[in-house]
């Protein structure tokens, strides 16, 4: 017994030597890393030669440099003082970035498999949508574009815009249902007020992008816009929730040591995972049920009329050389990937365009001019009234609804439609749902420019030179700063001005400009966003349908800012608890007005 204590004993006291040797040397190789990234190499750094805002060692202008409240006078100012290329410090000096509003640079970083995503953000996008295309670098990431391009062909677009009009006329209903029903609750003691009322038009929206993604995307309908009850729907909502509130200094230490998800969850990680599962159960069962489809369909030569993005990935999957097909964890990670592409970011595009008709009266009425002729003259062409393949039931005291359209032939039209396209472009290009986006160089690099850059010692470079970068570096793409830079779009840059597309300047227009549609807002290369015309699709169909059904204003004092995480929503200022809010007043436009 004594013997056997002993041992224990000695054992003890040796997992307990061996443990404090662990941490002396894990401690030690953090001081090591520590001090290689604070003394060793920032002295070495190469950008430390580019002009840029001075500040302490440790000083940070990643919020002046992201927060979209701020960022626009940040940059601004920083353009006019340094050019059109500089560093600026990340968490310090010894964190020095490279932002660039010259194309000639930006066109490199995002075009060269030399830089990518750090690993901090495509661990962040991981953890919440898988290895999907957004998170994905490299070989992985061409393979995965390749099999995912043809289901965001113009064709196959083409027969996803019946699942719009349907969901954007769903809303309709919803939204007059709650017009009326607010007159009438207020008819007896607000007489004068019962045209309209308000309306978060954000979170209402977000629920109809949910469910258009889910037809259009899986055949799945969540039925969002009818009871916030489905279970998948649900668990989005929870888990970006939390998403949205930022990479707080819990989350930072998530990054660095993922081991403490399972140590120390913490309420946001158990949602999340909550979340994780139940997206992931009904993901597999959604996977494996379309697979059966397909090969039953294969087999017995039966014409399906599948449209969605799902079965349309999935065959193109299989037709693939084997050797480069996605597996069906793979695929999973897919759909969750265009649920949030196609669902937030979408959704977000159409809430702001509202919120900047809502504040100019002007261009609102001009635009809803423009639908409703283009309405008249469907009807004429059709001879006869609007008809539509959806069974949806008018309220009395409408307007017609935007139904003429619901056929996909009409969608041409509406699609050609001059103003219509210019709205939606400055949308995009006045709030683009991705403020900005980050690469980091995989190895030391030359970066080309086409506009001079003067060092700190004088030295002054020109057109054809080049900017070192060392391996590590960041570069932060300014995708709002691009939209917004004064050189490239005129001085009324920060104005909401949709006739500003009749009449491009010549920097902005292609090649000099090289952005899809003239806009930084979708990106380019091989990053581009293959979801950009899907966006554009369903921003125009419900914009048509609701602004031929409703007149819009802001709601009495409030004021809205934008938040930005993965995305830039909207927000009521010194309400931020409260969440993504855009609430605006909506009126209710009778057939006889």
């Known amino acids: 017994m004594i013997e056997a204590t002993t041992w224990l004993h000695g054992l003890t006291l040796s997992l307990s030597k061996l443990a404090s040797v662990v941490a002396t040397l894990a401690i030690l190789r953090v001081l090591l890393w520590l001090f290689n990234i604070l003394v060793l190499l920032p002295p070495f750094d190469p950008l430390k030669s580019l002009p840029g805002p001075d500040g302490g060692y440790f000083q940070s202008y990643i919020n002046e440099a992201m927060n979209p409240n701020v960022s626009p006078d940040t940059h601004e100012s920083w353009v006019k003082e340094h050019g059109r290329t500089f560093r600026f410090n990340g968490f310090g000096k010894f964190d020095y970035r490279l932002l660039s509003f010259d194309f000639r640079i930006v066109s490199h970083v995002l075009t060269s498999p030399t830089y990518e ?32 391009s043809p289901a965001f062909s113009s064709q196959a677009l083409k027969h996803m815009t019946p699942v719009m009009y349907q969901k954007a006329q769903e809303l309709r209903e919803r939204w007059l249902k709650i017009l009326s029903s607010s007159a009438t609750s207020r008819s007896t003691t607000e007489p004068e007020k019962t045209g309209d009322t308000i309306i978060d038009v954000s979170h209402w929206i977000s629920r109809a992008s949910f469910d258009v993604i889910g037809l259009a995307g899986f055949n799945y309908n969540f039925h969002a816009l009818g009871e916030e009850s489905e279970p998948v729907y649900m668990a989005y909502r929870r888990m970006f929730a939390i998403a949205d509130r930022g990479l707080n200094f819990r989350g930072l230490l998530d990054l660095y040591a993922p081991w403490l998800r399972i140590l120390w969850p913490g309420r946001d990680n158990t949602v ?7 997206i992931d159960r009904a993901g597999r069962k959604l996977v494996a049920n379309k697979k059966a489809e397909i090969t039953n369909e294969n087999c017995c030569a039966q014409e399906k009329s599948d449209k969605d993005l799902l079965s349309l990935l999935m065959k193109s999957n299989m037709s693939s050389d084997p050797s480069k097909r996605l597996t069906d964890q793979e695929l999973l990670e897919q759909c969750s990937t265009f649920l949030l592409a196609g669902s937030d970011s979408t959704s977000v ?54 139904s003429a359209y619901s056929l996909e032939e009409d969608w041409d039209r509406l699609d050609s439609l001059p103003f219509l396209d210019a709205v939606v472009r400055e949308t995009l290009r006045f709030s683009p749902p991705v403020h900005s986006t980050i690469r980091v160089a995989m190895k030391d690099d030359y970066i080309p420019i086409s506009h001079p850059i003067k060092l700190q010692d004088g030295t002054l470079l020109q057109k054809g030179d080049h900017v070192a970068i060392r391996k590590g570096s960041y570069i932060h793409i300014p995708i709002e700063g691009l939209n917004y830079s004064e050189e490239l779009w005129g001085s009324d840059v920060r104005t909401f001005n949709p006739d500003r597309w009749f009449n491009l300047p010549p920097q902005v227009r292609p090649p000099a400009h090289p952005g899809i549609g003239n806009l930084m807002t979708f990106s380019f290369g091989p990053h581009a966003c293959l979801g950009n015309k899907f966006s554009t699709t369903e921003m125009k169909i419900f914009l048509a349908t609701l602004l031929t059904n409703f007149i819009f204003a802001p709601a009495p004092d409030t004021e809205i800012q934008k938040g930005n995480s993965i995305l830039t929503r909207p927000f009521i200022k010194d309400k931020w608890e409260l969440g993504t809010q855009l609430p605006l007043t909506v009126h209710k436009i009778h057939s006889d007005n």
Request: glycine share 4%; proline share 6%.
């Open 117 to 148: 995503k750090p690993w901090q953000t495509r661990s962040f996008l991981s953890r919440l949508i898988g290895r999907g295309i957004f998170s994905m670098e490299g070989q992985v990431h061409k393979i995965q574009r390749k099999i995912i």
């Open 272 to 278: 999340i995972d909550e979340s994780l599962k139940i």
């Open 349 to 402: 595009a159409i809430s702001w365009a509202l919120h900047f008709l809502s504040l100019d009266a002007a261009i609102q009425d001009r635009l809803r001019e423009e639908l409703n002729s283009l309405s008249v003259s469907i009807d004429k062409a059709n001879d006869g009234p609007p008809s539509s393949r959806f069974p949806v039931t008018s309220l009395p005291n409408t307007r017609p609804m935007f």
